[in-house]
């Protein structure tokens, strides 16, 4: 099975690209990001939940997420693979998540990371913003936090998965086709 965990900060391309890598290897998408919204924009009990941490541009509770995707493996245990976007955002996830991996025998395949600079993630976002109707992408003190958390709490999961030399960065800068074919390059070693 291919689990590809796709990292990055907000406004890196990591949805985009994960559509476009679905498409390509037949594999699932998981994006904690869209299931959060989902969860929300249907006024759940883990929509409400949640909602105060994501206004703000703060990270979801990590048992949370976790309990969303073990709940997602658990009932797609026959896939070809998946890609993970937006998750593990912490390094207590990304220790849940190798173990709940590690149940079903499965791991990591790898992880790859879109590095964007902040002021290219600004812009994108912004943009974003317009098209999507995205509260959290409307302002810029929001994605600035949003980017400075990710920063502060989320890129040092990348120091977990290095460490299993498992990591590979990817420039994140270009052309869609041209993100998407250095992403497929990678891949293809596997």
């Given at each position: 099975?291919?689990?590809i965990v796709?990292?990055?900060?907000?406004g890196?391309?990591?949805?985009?690209?994960?559509?476009?890598?679905?498409?390509?290897?037949?594999i699932l998408?998981v994006s904690?990001?869209?299931?959060?919204?989902?969860?929300?924009?249907n006024?759940?009990?883990l929509g409400?939940?949640?909602?105060?941490f994501?206004?703000?541009g703060?990270?979801?509770?990590?048992?949370l997420?976790i309990?969303?995707?073990?709940?997602f493996?658990n009932k797609?245990?026959d896939?070809?693979?998946?890609i993970f976007?937006?998750f593990p955002?912490t390094t207590p996830?990304?220790?849940a998540?190798d173990k709940?991996?590690k149940?079903?025998?499965q791991?990591?395949?790898l992880?790859l990371?879109?590095?964007?600079p902040?002021e290219?993630l600004?812009?994108?976002?912004?943009?974003?913003g317009?098209?999507?109707g995205?509260?959290?992408?409307?302002?810029p003190?929001?994605?600035?936090?949003?980017?400075n958390v990710y920063?502060?709490?989320?890129?040092?999961?990348a120091?977990?998965?290095?460490a299993?030399?498992?990591l590979?960065?990817?420039n994140g800068?270009g052309?869609i086709d041209e993100?998407?074919?250095r992403l497929c390059t990678?891949?293809?070693?596997y």
């Amino acid at each position: 099975m291919l689990n590809i965990v796709l990292f990055g900060p907000p406004g890196a391309g990591k949805g985009t690209q994960a559509d476009k890598l679905v498409e390509h290897y037949g594999i699932l998408h998981v994006s904690t990001g869209d299931i959060i919204r989902n969860e929300i924009k249907n006024g759940t009990k883990l929509g409400l939940e949640v909602k105060s941490f994501t206004d703000k541009g703060e990270l979801v509770p990590d048992q949370l997420v976790i309990s969303i995707i073990e709940d997602f493996i658990n009932k797609h245990l026959d896939a070809k693979g998946c890609i993970f976007d937006g998750f593990p955002r912490t390094t207590p996830q990304a220790e849940a998540f190798d173990k709940m991996l590690k149940v079903n025998n499965q791991e990591v395949t790898l992880m790859l990371s879109l590095e964007v600079p902040d002021e290219e993630l600004v812009k994108r976002l912004l943009q974003r913003g317009l098209v999507s109707g995205r509260t959290d992408d409307a302002n810029p003190e929001v994605i600035q936090n949003r980017i400075n958390v990710y920063k502060a709490q989320t890129a040092v999961v990348a120091d977990h998965y290095a460490a299993q030399n498992k990591l590979h960065i990817i420039n994140g800068v270009g052309s869609i086709d041209e993100i998407f074919n250095r992403l497929c390059t990678e891949i293809n070693k596997y």
